[in-house]
């Protein structure tokens, strides 16, 4: 093959496998000189300012101290705080001896039939724990006051700084209003950071409650120091089950078990969502939220609180939609407020130390009847409503009581169903009017009088030492003659009822009113006849419940027993009842018998009763300051009084009108379904016709002979009554 004179070249192959080839090697070419390198000009400095070189370094030495001092000193505080921690956390008590917080006790007060009417004190249901309570309870709880709860250390950074964040926002200080406490500190705050209350430190349970409560720095940081310990030595669930024990949950109702019970009489264990976000809501406002005081008000509450619940995956759609539109509602005892005035009476009449200053928690058995009392304020609120004008400040006390003193109802005001309020009933003391009128007649009829005998109703002056000459008036002006002590009675006349007293004697008289229990001081003037003395409506109604037994002095009662919640022996009993006798049945028989006139012919007309017996008397006091009615039927005895409590003068009001009236309101409603049970009353023996003038002494025909007491009058007895009474 002809090459045409070319070298031949090389072979792929020779290239591929790098086969040495016979060309010539070529002479490697002559290296190309290194280019020259440009000098480098070299940046001039500039000659530094001595003056801003050494504010540099002071800058630079100031910041390295100022980072070695805050790591320095940071060390130090973690060290101190560590060492306040740990000390704290050495002194922390057991959790069982911490569910507990209460100050003082409870006293829980049961009527006649056991059932609990009212609550006073610090009401604790007993402990609850965390893992053993409602789960809704539980996370409900959580939900609306610390949701990191499970998550922080005690405190929380984040909730702080929100906290701070919003306070400042709404123009507070930065401590002010919103606080970052997490549920921990709650907590702490409930333990008032372990410092018991004592007596000895504190004036009262209320200065040490303040302090407790207490905003400051200093506090907030001695709270998150304390709030740590806990964490370091409790559960979770432990530091949840004290703040669900000791929390006040409104209502007087001191931890779940107790809220539970008082809002839905069942136990904590049970509560549906609906309950539990009822029972969460209440706690940042536990006395304005609680579904007692008002029940909207609680129930808009708990539906945020579920919300919440649903926000943290707590509660679904479905069931936050359902409770929401089926809200919790109250338990029928929960709403069962009568009886706050007999309440606040047997609390204080009971001993001291095991109702208003009780450290134990105490069950009382009561007197009360509910359906009595329930009775009692309907016909107050009807007649009040009815026949009281619009704005009238006028007020009323009505008492109702079985014959042996055992108070069965009781109104201590126009607010039926109130308590802690001034109790009318038992604290007032009015003038007792004419009300008092049957006690004069007890006296002579006590001392033979008889209540067909007669007196003379005219006008009468008597001679008062260092006083002059007094001459006392019927209400009506007006007299009427003769008249028998029953008429006397039933129409209230004043001139019979102060010459009856000044002839059987005011000592006596007194005697026997402070032996039926009117034990006030008596004035020991003639005017007493005319009712001047003072007495509460309680008293008076005790009084007369004295005449109904047949003439024994009676003590008004409401507590039957008092014993400690869990045990079964009962420290004390009944306080009061029938006592001593004061004057004879046949005596007691016949008053009964004149005051049964007093409703059927006399000044007591409006409180008649339809074919049931009674007896009573009106009493108005002077200038209408105070109007009465008290009155009994064979079943119970019952008092009304009316009246301002600034002693203004009633206008138009006398006993025989409105608290005629309410009481016959009342006594209808008592005694719905009861049979028809006539009064122990004694009625009168007859007199013997007068005989004919003769010419012979003049004698005495007041009584019959054949009386069994005539031997207690003498001739100089019989001459001296005939002056006073004006007899013949």
Not at 51 to 60: K, N, P, S, V, Y
Not at 120 to 138: F, W
Not at 599 to 604: A, H, I, K, L, Y
Request: hydrophobic share 40%.
């Amino acid at each position: 093959m002809s090459t045409s004179g070319r070298k031949p070249g090389k072979l792929v192959a020779d290239k591929r496998y790098g086969r040495p080839t016979t060309t010539k090697k070529k002479k490697p070419a002559a290296k190309k000189p290194a280019p020259r390198r440009k000098p480098v000009k070299r940046k001039t400095t500039r000659k530094r300012n001595p003056i801003a070189a050494f504010f540099i370094g002071i800058f630079r030495w100031i910041w390295r101290l100022v980072w070695r001092t805050t790591v320095f000193a940071s060390l130090v505080v973690a060290m101190v705080i560590g060492t306040a921690v740990f000390y704290v956390r050495s002194g922390l008590p057991d959790v069982s001896e911490l569910v507990d917080g209460r100050a003082r006790g409870s006293v829980t007060l049961l009527d006649r039939d056991g059932a609990v009417y009212a609550r006073r004190g610090d009401q604790y249901g007993g402990a609850v724990n965390a893992e053993t309570v409602s789960p809704h309870l539980r996370n409900a709880i959580v939900a609306t006051e610390d949701k990191r709860f499970y998550s922080h250390f005690g405190i929380s950074p984040r909730g702080v700084a929100s906290a701070v964040r919003i306070n400042m926002s709404e123009g507070r200080g930065p401590l002010s209003g919103h606080g970052g406490s997490t549920l921990t500190q709650q907590t702490a705050k409930l333990l008032c950071l372990g410092v018991v209350f004592d007596p000895a430190d504190w004036k009262n349970e209320a200065e040490y409650v303040a302090d407790c409560r207490r905003g400051s720095l200093s506090r907030k940081i001695k709270e998150a120091i304390y709030a740590m310990a806990m964490e370091s030595k409790y559960t979770k669930n432990e530091i949840l089950s004290i703040y669900m024990n000791r929390a006040y949950m409104g209502g007087g109702a001191y931890g779940a078990e107790a809220a539970a019970k008082r809002y839905f009489n069942k136990t904590a264990a049970v509560l549906t969502p609906a309950e539990s976000a009822m029972i969460a809501g209440l706690l940042t406002a536990p006395t304005r939220m609680a579904p007692t005081a008002n029940l909207k008000r609680s129930q808009d509450r708990a539906a945020t609180v579920l919300r919440l619940m649903n926000e943290q995956g707590l509660l679904s759609d479905e069931e936050t939609r359902h409770y929401q539109r089926n809200p919790a509602t109250l338990a029928a005892e929960a709403t069962m407020s009568a009886g706050g005035y007999f309440a606040d009476w047997v609390m204080r009449s009971g001993p001291e130390f095991f109702t208003r200053d009780t450290t134990e928690d105490v069950l009382i058995r009561t007197t009360l009847d509910p359906r009595l009392q329930a009775a009692t304020a309907a016909a107050v609120e009807q007649v009040f409503a009815e026949k009281v004008r619009k704005g009238s400040k006028a007020e009323v006390a009505v008492v109702v009581m079985s014959a042996d003193g055992a108070v069965r109802a009781m109104i201590g005001g126009r607010d039926t169903d109130a308590s802690g309020l001034f109790n009318r009933a038992s604290q007032a003391v009015r003038q007792t009017g004419s009300a008092f009128k049957p006690f004069i007649y007890a006296t002579a009829l006590e001392l033979g009088y008889g209540p067909l005998d007669t007196v003379l109703d005219e006008p009468f002056c008597m001679n008062i030492p260092g006083s002059g000459e007094w001459c006392p008036k019927n209400y009506t002006k007006k007299f009427k003659g003769r008249v028998t002590l029953t008429d006397a009675l039933k129409h209230s006349l004043n001139i019979p009822a102060v010459k009856i007293s000044e002839s059987v004697g005011r000592e006596l008289v007194m005697r026997v009113a402070r032996d039926f229990g009117i034990h006030r001081d008596l004035q020991n003037t003639p005017a007493m006849a005319l009712g001047t003395s003072e007495a509460t409506l309680l008293e008076m109604t005790g009084a007369y419940a004295g005449i109904l037994n047949g003439g024994s002095s009676v003590t008004p009662y409401g507590l039957t027993e008092l014993r400690l919640r869990g045990d079964d022996t009962p420290l004390m009993g009944a306080g009061g009842g029938i006592g001593e006798r004061v004057i004879q049945p046949r005596a007691a028989g016949e008053l009964i018998w004149m005051m049964e006139k007093v409703v059927s012919e006399g000044t007591g007309a409006r409180a008649r009763l339809g074919n049931r017996p009674a007896a009573g008397k009106t009493g108005t006091s002077q200038e209408a300051r105070d109007a009465w009615f008290v009155g009994f039927t064979a079943d119970y005895v019952a008092g009304v009084w009316m009246g301002y409590d600034d002693n203004t003068p009633l206008s138009g009001v006398t006993g025989g009108g409105l608290p005629a009236e309410i009481w016959r309101e009342v006594m209808v409603r008592v005694h719905d379904g009861l049979p028809i049970t006539p009064l122990p009353a004694q009625a009168p023996v007859a007199p013997a016709p007068e005989p004919e003038p003769q010419p012979a002494p003049q004698v005495d025909n007041r009584r019959d002979d054949s009386r069994p007491n005539k031997k207690v009058r003498d001739s100089i007895l019989n001459q001296v009554l005939r002056d006073i009474l004006g007899g013949n």
